[in-house]
Protein backbone atom coordinates (compact mmCIF):
# COMPACT_ATOMS: atom_id res chain seq x y z
CA UNK A 1 0.00 0.00 0.00
CA UNK A 2 1.08 3.57 -0.93
CA UNK A 3 2.60 5.17 2.18
CA UNK A 4 0.82 8.76 3.42
CA UNK A 5 2.33 11.75 3.61
CA UNK A 6 0.65 15.00 5.24
CA UNK A 7 2.82 18.06 4.06
CA UNK A 8 2.30 21.78 4.80
CA UNK A 9 3.23 24.09 1.98
CA UNK A 10 3.44 28.34 2.80
CA UNK A 11 3.22 29.52 -0.20
CA UNK A 12 3.21 32.45 -2.86
CA UNK A 13 3.10 32.56 -6.45
CA UNK A 14 4.02 30.61 -9.49
CA UNK A 15 6.82 29.11 -7.52
CA UNK A 16 5.09 27.48 -4.54
CA UNK A 17 2.67 26.21 -7.39
CA UNK A 18 5.27 24.50 -9.24
CA UNK A 19 6.09 22.79 -5.55
CA UNK A 20 3.01 21.94 -4.84
CA UNK A 21 2.56 19.92 -8.53
CA UNK A 22 5.85 18.35 -7.91
CA UNK A 23 4.58 16.57 -4.69
CA UNK A 24 1.14 15.94 -6.15
CA UNK A 25 3.10 14.08 -8.93
CA UNK A 26 4.88 11.66 -6.45
CA UNK A 27 4.77 8.22 -7.57
CA UNK A 28 6.01 6.88 -3.96
CA UNK A 29 3.40 8.16 -1.72
CA UNK A 30 -0.24 9.09 -1.61
CA UNK A 31 0.31 13.07 -0.62
CA UNK A 32 -2.46 15.40 1.42
CA UNK A 33 -1.28 18.91 1.16
CA UNK A 34 -2.12 21.32 3.81
CA UNK A 35 -1.51 25.30 2.44
CA UNK A 36 -1.16 28.38 3.83
CA UNK A 37 -1.36 30.45 0.89
CA UNK A 38 -1.08 34.37 0.45
CA UNK A 39 -4.31 33.98 -1.82
CA UNK A 40 -7.00 31.63 -3.05
CA UNK A 41 -4.57 30.51 -6.15
CA UNK A 42 -6.31 28.48 -8.02
CA UNK A 43 -3.91 25.54 -8.58
CA UNK A 44 -3.04 25.23 -5.00
CA UNK A 45 -6.88 24.95 -3.99
CA UNK A 46 -8.05 22.43 -6.58
CA UNK A 47 -5.00 20.35 -5.06
CA UNK A 48 -5.19 21.18 -1.24
CA UNK A 49 -6.71 18.49 1.14
CA UNK A 50 -6.96 21.60 3.48
CA UNK A 51 -6.11 25.73 2.39
CA UNK A 52 -6.06 28.76 4.60
CA UNK A 53 -5.82 32.27 3.15
CA UNK A 54 -3.05 34.62 5.15
CA UNK A 55 -3.12 37.10 2.74
CA UNK A 56 0.24 39.08 4.19
CA UNK A 57 1.90 35.56 5.42
CA UNK A 58 2.25 36.47 8.93
CA UNK A 59 3.92 33.76 10.62
CA UNK A 60 1.43 33.30 13.76
CA UNK A 61 -1.40 32.66 11.38
CA UNK A 62 0.36 30.13 9.26
CA UNK A 63 1.50 28.74 13.09
CA UNK A 64 -1.83 28.23 13.74
CA UNK A 65 -3.15 26.78 10.43
CA UNK A 66 -0.04 24.23 11.33
CA UNK A 67 -1.00 23.59 15.13
CA UNK A 68 -4.78 22.83 13.80
CA UNK A 69 -3.48 19.84 11.47
CA UNK A 70 -0.27 19.05 13.30
CA UNK A 71 -1.40 15.73 13.62
CA UNK A 72 -1.66 14.77 10.19
CA UNK A 73 1.44 17.03 8.98
CA UNK A 74 4.84 15.06 8.21
CA UNK A 75 6.77 17.88 7.54
CA UNK A 76 6.60 21.89 5.70
CA UNK A 77 8.00 23.34 3.11
CA UNK A 78 8.58 27.73 2.57
CA UNK A 79 8.46 29.01 -0.73
CA UNK A 80 8.37 32.80 -0.24
CA UNK A 81 10.85 34.97 1.96
CA UNK A 82 9.17 37.24 4.28
CA UNK A 83 7.86 34.27 6.74
CA UNK A 84 11.75 32.71 6.54
CA UNK A 85 12.91 36.07 7.56
CA UNK A 86 10.46 36.57 10.27
CA UNK A 87 10.86 32.82 11.51
CA UNK A 88 8.69 30.74 10.70
CA UNK A 89 10.37 27.67 11.13
CA UNK A 90 11.46 28.51 14.50
CA UNK A 91 8.29 29.11 15.90
CA UNK A 92 6.58 25.98 13.80
CA UNK A 93 9.23 23.91 14.93
CA UNK A 94 8.99 25.21 18.71
CA UNK A 95 5.44 24.77 19.14
CA UNK A 96 4.46 21.31 17.48
CA UNK A 97 6.66 18.67 16.04
CA UNK A 98 6.46 19.56 12.21
CA UNK A 99 10.25 19.52 10.90
CA UNK A 100 10.56 22.75 8.37
CA UNK A 101 12.03 22.86 5.01
CA UNK A 102 13.64 26.03 5.16
CA UNK A 103 16.52 28.13 7.02
CA UNK A 104 16.07 29.38 10.49
CA UNK A 105 15.47 32.94 11.33
CA UNK A 106 19.35 32.94 12.12
CA UNK A 107 20.28 31.38 9.08
CA UNK A 108 18.35 33.56 6.60
CA UNK A 109 20.69 35.89 5.16
CA UNK A 110 18.70 37.29 2.49
CA UNK A 111 17.44 39.24 5.76
CA UNK A 112 20.28 41.70 5.23
CA UNK A 113 22.04 42.77 2.60
CA UNK A 114 25.02 44.51 4.66
CA UNK A 115 25.02 41.39 7.18
CA UNK A 116 25.71 39.04 4.01
CA UNK A 117 28.54 41.52 2.37
CA UNK A 118 30.39 41.40 5.81
CA UNK A 119 30.23 37.38 5.75
CA UNK A 120 31.36 37.29 2.20
CA UNK A 121 34.50 40.15 3.08
CA UNK A 122 34.91 37.24 5.63
CA UNK A 123 34.93 34.25 3.74
CA UNK A 124 35.03 34.52 0.23
CA UNK A 125 36.39 38.19 -0.66
CA UNK A 126 37.72 37.57 -3.76
CA UNK A 127 33.67 37.34 -5.29
CA UNK A 128 32.85 40.49 -3.10
CA UNK A 129 32.69 43.44 -4.86
CA UNK A 130 33.90 46.75 -3.59
CA UNK A 131 31.51 47.94 -1.02
CA UNK A 132 30.63 50.91 1.66
CA UNK A 133 27.66 50.76 4.31
CA UNK A 134 25.88 54.18 4.76
CA UNK A 135 23.89 53.60 8.47
CA UNK A 136 22.07 56.20 9.41
CA UNK A 137 22.96 55.37 12.95
CA UNK A 138 26.32 56.88 12.10
CA UNK A 139 25.99 60.19 10.65
CA UNK A 140 24.53 62.95 12.32
CA UNK A 141 23.31 65.08 9.28
CA UNK A 142 22.38 64.36 5.40
CA UNK A 143 25.00 66.73 4.71
CA UNK A 144 27.87 64.37 6.15
CA UNK A 145 26.49 61.63 4.59
CA UNK A 146 25.98 63.46 1.20
CA UNK A 147 30.14 64.21 1.43
CA UNK A 148 30.72 60.77 2.69
CA UNK A 149 28.35 59.47 -0.59
CA UNK A 150 29.86 61.52 -3.17
CA UNK A 151 33.38 60.65 -1.65
CA UNK A 152 32.70 56.98 -2.64
CA UNK A 153 30.91 58.50 -5.79
CA UNK A 154 34.61 59.46 -7.05
CA UNK A 155 36.46 56.37 -5.58
CA UNK A 156 34.33 54.03 -7.83
CA UNK A 157 33.84 56.67 -10.91
CA UNK A 158 30.32 56.88 -10.15
CA UNK A 159 29.73 53.18 -11.62
CA UNK A 160 28.09 51.84 -8.75
CA UNK A 161 24.99 49.94 -7.04
CA UNK A 162 22.69 51.06 -4.78
CA UNK A 163 21.05 48.80 -2.55
CA UNK A 164 18.98 48.76 0.66
CA UNK A 165 19.46 46.78 3.75
CA UNK A 166 16.55 45.13 3.66
CA UNK A 167 15.14 43.08 1.26
CA UNK A 168 12.88 44.78 -1.49
CA UNK A 169 12.02 41.81 -4.11
CA UNK A 170 14.58 43.28 -6.31
CA UNK A 171 12.78 46.85 -6.70
CA UNK A 172 15.05 48.46 -3.95
CA UNK A 173 18.05 48.32 -6.19
CA UNK A 174 19.34 51.04 -8.51
CA UNK A 175 22.14 51.09 -10.75
CA UNK A 176 24.66 53.56 -12.72
CA UNK A 177 23.89 54.18 -16.25
CA UNK A 178 20.70 51.90 -16.18
CA UNK A 179 18.47 53.29 -13.35
CA UNK A 180 19.97 57.15 -13.26
CA UNK A 181 22.62 59.04 -14.47
CA UNK A 182 23.29 61.57 -12.63
CA UNK A 183 24.58 62.34 -8.80
CA UNK A 184 21.07 64.28 -8.58
CA UNK A 185 18.94 60.96 -9.42
CA UNK A 186 21.38 58.53 -7.87
CA UNK A 187 21.20 60.52 -4.20
CA UNK A 188 17.17 61.17 -4.88
CA UNK A 189 17.14 56.94 -4.97
CA UNK A 190 19.85 56.65 -1.99
CA UNK A 191 17.79 59.00 0.30
CA UNK A 192 14.42 57.10 -0.55
CA UNK A 193 15.95 54.37 0.73
CA UNK A 194 18.41 55.66 3.95
CA UNK A 195 15.09 57.13 5.62
CA UNK A 196 13.66 53.40 5.64
CA UNK A 197 17.39 51.94 6.60
CA UNK A 198 21.04 51.37 6.12
CA UNK A 199 22.18 51.39 2.40
CA UNK A 200 25.03 49.73 0.55
CA UNK A 201 26.60 51.61 -1.99
CA UNK A 202 28.79 48.97 -4.64
CA UNK A 203 31.03 48.70 -7.08
CA UNK A 204 28.93 48.17 -10.51
CA UNK A 205 30.05 44.99 -11.76
CA UNK A 206 29.82 44.49 -15.96
CA UNK A 207 28.84 40.92 -17.03
CA UNK A 208 26.18 38.27 -17.53
CA UNK A 209 23.86 37.15 -14.82
CA UNK A 210 22.95 33.78 -13.28
CA UNK A 211 21.45 31.83 -10.66
CA UNK A 212 22.99 29.48 -8.48
CA UNK A 213 20.22 27.17 -6.32
CA UNK A 214 21.43 24.01 -3.69
CA UNK A 215 19.40 21.93 -1.75
CA UNK A 216 21.11 21.69 1.43
CA UNK A 217 20.00 18.52 4.48
CA UNK A 218 22.93 20.92 6.87
CA UNK A 219 25.34 17.91 6.24
CA UNK A 220 25.32 18.17 2.46
CA UNK A 221 25.12 21.06 -0.41
CA UNK A 222 23.77 19.41 -3.29
CA UNK A 223 23.84 22.20 -5.73
CA UNK A 224 20.81 22.37 -8.64
CA UNK A 225 21.22 22.78 -12.57
CA UNK A 226 22.18 27.22 -13.05
CA UNK A 227 19.83 29.60 -14.62
CA UNK A 228 18.95 32.46 -16.08
CA UNK A 229 16.75 35.17 -14.60
CA UNK A 230 15.35 38.11 -16.59
CA UNK A 231 14.69 40.89 -13.94
CA UNK A 232 14.26 43.82 -16.22
CA UNK A 233 10.76 44.41 -17.33
CA UNK A 234 10.70 45.28 -20.81
CA UNK A 235 12.16 43.28 -24.21
CA UNK A 236 15.78 43.88 -24.88
CA UNK A 237 16.37 44.00 -20.68
CA UNK A 238 15.15 47.53 -20.80
CA UNK A 239 12.49 49.20 -18.04
CA UNK A 240 12.94 48.79 -14.23
CA UNK A 241 13.62 45.41 -11.83
CA UNK A 242 10.91 42.91 -11.78
CA UNK A 243 10.67 39.82 -9.64
CA UNK A 244 12.15 37.95 -13.03
CA UNK A 245 9.70 37.81 -16.16
CA UNK A 246 11.52 34.22 -17.38
CA UNK A 247 14.06 32.37 -16.72
CA UNK A 248 16.16 29.70 -19.28
CA UNK A 249 17.93 26.02 -18.02
CA UNK A 250 19.98 24.70 -20.62
CA UNK A 251 20.19 20.86 -21.49
CA UNK A 252 23.46 20.31 -18.70
CA UNK A 253 24.25 22.29 -15.29
CA UNK A 254 25.64 25.39 -16.97
CA UNK A 255 24.15 27.97 -19.16
CA UNK A 256 25.69 28.68 -23.11
CA UNK A 257 27.65 32.02 -22.14
CA UNK A 258 29.69 30.04 -19.22
CA UNK A 259 32.62 27.63 -19.11
CA UNK A 260 32.46 24.82 -16.90
CA UNK A 261 35.46 26.40 -14.89
CA UNK A 262 32.53 29.23 -13.86
CA UNK A 263 30.39 26.42 -12.73
CA UNK A 264 32.94 24.35 -10.39
CA UNK A 265 34.32 27.60 -9.09
CA UNK A 266 30.20 28.49 -8.23
CA UNK A 267 30.30 25.36 -6.37
CA UNK A 268 33.59 26.11 -4.44
CA UNK A 269 32.40 29.31 -3.20
CA UNK A 270 29.23 28.32 -2.31
CA UNK A 271 30.49 25.73 -0.79
CA UNK A 272 33.01 27.26 1.30
CA UNK A 273 30.38 29.87 2.58
CA UNK A 274 28.49 26.47 3.81
CA UNK A 275 31.25 25.19 5.58
CA UNK A 276 32.04 28.45 7.32
CA UNK A 277 28.01 27.97 8.39
CA UNK A 278 27.54 24.65 8.98
CA UNK A 279 30.86 23.85 11.18
CA UNK A 280 32.37 19.95 11.61
CA UNK A 281 29.29 17.77 10.87
CA UNK A 282 26.33 19.15 10.23
CA UNK A 283 23.87 22.30 10.95
CA UNK A 284 20.33 21.01 10.46
CA UNK A 285 19.15 24.81 10.98
CA UNK A 286 20.79 25.60 7.27
CA UNK A 287 17.65 22.82 5.74
CA UNK A 288 16.23 24.24 2.79
CA UNK A 289 17.64 26.17 -0.16
CA UNK A 290 19.98 28.66 1.81
CA UNK A 291 21.82 29.64 -1.02
CA UNK A 292 20.16 31.04 -4.19
CA UNK A 293 22.89 33.07 -5.51
CA UNK A 294 22.42 36.01 -8.18
CA UNK A 295 26.10 35.49 -9.66
CA UNK A 296 27.50 37.97 -12.30
CA UNK A 297 29.78 36.19 -14.84
CA UNK A 298 32.92 39.33 -15.09
CA UNK A 299 36.63 39.44 -17.00
CA UNK A 300 37.77 38.35 -13.62
CA UNK A 301 35.30 35.51 -12.54
CA UNK A 302 31.98 34.70 -11.16
CA UNK A 303 30.95 37.33 -8.42
CA UNK A 304 28.40 37.68 -6.03
CA UNK A 305 25.39 39.97 -7.09
CA UNK A 306 23.22 38.82 -3.46
CA UNK A 307 22.03 36.07 -1.68
CA UNK A 308 18.75 34.82 -0.75
CA UNK A 309 17.77 31.69 1.34
CA UNK A 310 14.71 30.02 -0.64
CA UNK A 311 14.15 29.18 -4.22
CA UNK A 312 14.50 31.62 -7.17
CA UNK A 313 10.87 32.51 -8.31
CA UNK A 314 10.75 32.00 -11.67
CA UNK A 315 14.32 29.53 -11.35
CA UNK A 316 13.21 26.72 -9.16
CA UNK A 317 10.02 26.10 -12.06
CA UNK A 318 13.21 25.37 -14.39
CA UNK A 319 14.51 22.55 -11.78
CA UNK A 320 11.07 21.02 -10.47
CA UNK A 321 9.40 19.78 -13.56
CA UNK A 322 12.74 17.80 -14.60
CA UNK A 323 13.81 16.56 -11.14
CA UNK A 324 13.96 12.78 -11.91
CA UNK A 325 14.22 12.02 -8.07
CA UNK A 326 10.63 11.97 -6.07
CA UNK A 327 10.62 15.02 -4.57
CA UNK A 328 8.76 14.22 -1.60
CA UNK A 329 12.10 11.83 -0.96
CA UNK A 330 14.60 14.52 -1.66
CA UNK A 331 12.16 16.46 1.10
CA UNK A 332 12.45 13.59 3.85
CA UNK A 333 16.78 13.18 2.76
CA UNK A 334 16.81 16.76 3.40
CA UNK A 335 15.02 16.19 6.75
CA UNK A 336 17.15 13.21 7.28
CA UNK A 337 20.71 15.12 6.57
CA UNK A 338 20.94 12.16 3.72
CA UNK A 339 20.85 13.92 0.48
CA UNK A 340 24.06 13.22 -0.56
CA UNK A 341 23.08 13.65 -4.99
CA UNK A 342 19.96 14.41 -6.66
CA UNK A 343 19.11 13.77 -10.24
CA UNK A 344 17.82 16.28 -12.75
CA UNK A 345 16.81 15.12 -16.63
CA UNK A 346 18.88 16.22 -18.76
CA UNK A 347 16.70 18.51 -20.63
CA UNK A 348 16.25 22.47 -21.43
CA UNK A 349 13.45 24.43 -19.90
CA UNK A 350 11.93 28.12 -19.89
CA UNK A 351 9.48 29.85 -18.05
CA UNK A 352 7.97 32.75 -18.96
CA UNK A 353 5.77 34.52 -16.85
CA UNK A 354 2.00 36.70 -17.99
CA UNK A 355 1.94 39.57 -15.73
CA UNK A 356 -1.13 42.74 -15.17
CA UNK A 357 -0.50 46.06 -17.46
CA UNK A 358 0.69 47.74 -14.09
CA UNK A 359 3.40 45.75 -13.50
CA UNK A 360 6.74 47.39 -14.16
CA UNK A 361 5.11 50.26 -15.12
CA UNK A 362 3.78 48.25 -18.66
CA UNK A 363 0.55 50.63 -19.30
CA UNK A 364 2.31 54.17 -18.29
CA UNK A 365 5.73 53.19 -20.67
CA UNK A 366 3.76 51.35 -23.63
CA UNK A 367 -0.21 52.72 -22.97
CA UNK A 368 -1.05 51.91 -26.59
CA UNK A 369 0.15 48.42 -26.43
CA UNK A 370 -2.33 47.52 -23.60
CA UNK A 371 -6.01 46.16 -24.51
CA UNK A 372 -7.72 48.59 -21.71
CA UNK A 373 -11.40 46.60 -22.77
CA UNK A 374 -10.02 43.31 -20.96
CA UNK A 375 -8.91 45.19 -17.78
CA UNK A 376 -10.25 44.00 -14.72
CA UNK A 377 -11.61 40.52 -16.86
CA UNK A 378 -10.93 37.00 -15.99
CA UNK A 379 -8.08 35.11 -16.83
CA UNK A 380 -8.66 32.18 -18.77
CA UNK A 381 -6.16 29.43 -18.55
CA UNK A 382 -8.42 26.72 -20.58
CA UNK A 383 -6.83 26.84 -23.80
CA UNK A 384 -3.30 26.32 -22.72
CA UNK A 385 -4.19 24.06 -20.21
CA UNK A 386 -5.43 21.92 -23.43
CA UNK A 387 -1.84 22.21 -24.68
CA UNK A 388 -1.24 19.22 -22.66
CA UNK A 389 -2.64 16.70 -25.02
CA UNK A 390 -0.34 17.84 -26.80
CA UNK A 391 2.99 17.88 -25.07
CA UNK A 392 2.27 16.25 -22.23
CA UNK A 393 4.61 16.26 -19.14
CA UNK A 394 6.42 18.79 -21.38
CA UNK A 395 4.41 22.07 -20.59
CA UNK A 396 3.45 23.53 -17.14
CA UNK A 397 1.31 25.95 -15.87
CA UNK A 398 1.56 27.57 -12.95
CA UNK A 399 -0.62 30.67 -11.75
CA UNK A 400 0.88 33.24 -9.48
CA UNK A 401 -0.40 36.35 -7.73
CA UNK A 402 -4.25 35.74 -9.42
CA UNK A 403 -7.28 34.18 -7.44
CA UNK A 404 -10.34 32.20 -7.88
CA UNK A 405 -13.62 34.06 -7.05
CA UNK A 406 -17.21 33.14 -8.26
CA UNK A 407 -15.72 29.89 -9.93
CA UNK A 408 -13.44 32.43 -12.22
CA UNK A 409 -9.66 33.34 -11.86
CA UNK A 410 -8.45 37.34 -11.79
CA UNK A 411 -5.39 38.37 -11.55
CA UNK A 412 -3.92 40.23 -8.48
CA UNK A 413 -1.49 43.22 -8.84
CA UNK A 414 2.06 40.82 -9.35
CA UNK A 415 3.43 38.09 -11.51
CA UNK A 416 -0.17 36.37 -12.99
CA UNK A 417 0.83 33.35 -13.98
CA UNK A 418 3.87 31.41 -15.78
CA UNK A 419 4.55 28.36 -18.45
CA UNK A 420 6.97 26.16 -18.41
CA UNK A 421 8.33 24.69 -21.62
CA UNK A 422 10.32 21.31 -21.35
CA UNK A 423 12.51 20.20 -24.25
CA UNK A 424 15.37 18.83 -25.60
CA UNK A 425 17.24 22.06 -26.45
CA UNK A 426 16.26 25.75 -25.33
CA UNK A 427 14.86 26.69 -28.52
CA UNK A 428 12.15 23.98 -28.66
CA UNK A 429 11.23 24.55 -25.02
CA UNK A 430 10.87 28.24 -25.04
CA UNK A 431 8.41 27.53 -28.45
CA UNK A 432 6.33 25.38 -26.10
CA UNK A 433 6.55 28.22 -23.17
CA UNK A 434 5.49 30.96 -25.57
CA UNK A 435 2.44 28.98 -27.21
CA UNK A 436 0.93 28.43 -23.85
CA UNK A 437 1.49 31.92 -22.91
CA UNK A 438 -0.74 33.25 -26.05
CA UNK A 439 -3.40 30.83 -25.32
CA UNK A 440 -3.60 32.30 -21.87
CA UNK A 441 -6.75 34.92 -22.54
CA UNK A 442 -8.55 37.88 -20.78
CA UNK A 443 -6.90 40.67 -18.14
CA UNK A 444 -4.86 42.51 -20.33
CA UNK A 445 -2.02 40.61 -19.68
CA UNK A 446 1.14 41.13 -21.49
CA UNK A 447 5.00 39.19 -20.97
CA UNK A 448 8.30 39.69 -22.46
CA UNK A 449 9.04 37.87 -26.16
CA UNK A 450 12.73 37.56 -25.70
CA UNK A 451 13.00 35.36 -22.81
CA UNK A 452 15.73 32.46 -23.78
CA UNK A 453 15.85 33.50 -27.67
CA UNK A 454 18.28 33.27 -29.87
CA UNK A 455 19.28 36.53 -30.24
CA UNK A 456 19.45 37.25 -26.41
CA UNK A 457 21.69 34.26 -25.87
CA UNK A 458 23.59 35.07 -28.40
CA UNK A 459 24.61 38.68 -26.87
CA UNK A 460 25.30 37.11 -23.74
CA UNK A 461 27.41 34.79 -25.19
CA UNK A 462 29.56 37.79 -27.82
CA UNK A 463 29.37 39.99 -24.02
CA UNK A 464 31.48 37.38 -22.12
CA UNK A 465 33.62 36.43 -25.27
CA UNK A 466 34.74 40.52 -25.11
CA UNK A 467 34.89 40.55 -21.91
CA UNK A 468 37.33 37.53 -21.23
CA UNK A 469 39.09 38.57 -24.37
CA UNK A 470 38.57 35.24 -26.27
CA UNK A 471 37.65 34.56 -29.58
CA UNK A 472 35.12 31.73 -29.50
N1 LIG B 1 14.04 35.71 -9.44
C1 LIG B 1 14.23 36.62 -8.40
C2 LIG B 1 13.88 36.15 -7.06
O1 LIG B 1 13.34 35.07 -6.86
O2 LIG B 1 14.17 36.88 -6.11
Known amino acids: MTERVGILVVSY?????AMVD?????ENYKVELYIADRQRNPFN?????????????????????????QDKIDFGIVGPEKPIINGVRDLIEGETDIPMICPTKRYALEGSKVAQRLLFQEVIPEVNPKFKVFNPKEYKSLDEVKRDLYRWLDELDNRVAVKPDAPAAGKGVGVWGDHFTTREQLREHFLANYRAGPVIVEEKLEGEESSFQ??????????LPETRDYKRAFDGDAGPNTGGMGSYKDVGEYLPFMTEADWRKEEEIIERLFRKLRGDGSNPELRGIPFYEAFIHTAKGP?????????????????????????????????????????????ATVVTYKV???YGGYID????????EEIGTPVDLTEAEKLSSKYGDNIRIYPGSMELRDDKTYPLRSRTVCVV????????????????????????????????????????????KRLRGTKN
Open 13 to 17: GSRAA
Open 22 to 26: AFYRS
Open 45 to 69: IKRAKEFTVVPDLNVGDICKFAKKH
Open 214 to 223: AFCDGKHLIP
Open 303 to 347: MILENNSRPGDPEIQNILPILKDDFVDVCYKMIEGTLTRVEVEKK
Open 356 to 358: PPN
Open 365 to 372: TFPDRVRR
Open 421 to 464: GVAEDIQSAREISLEGIRAIKGGALWYRRDIASREHIARSIEHM
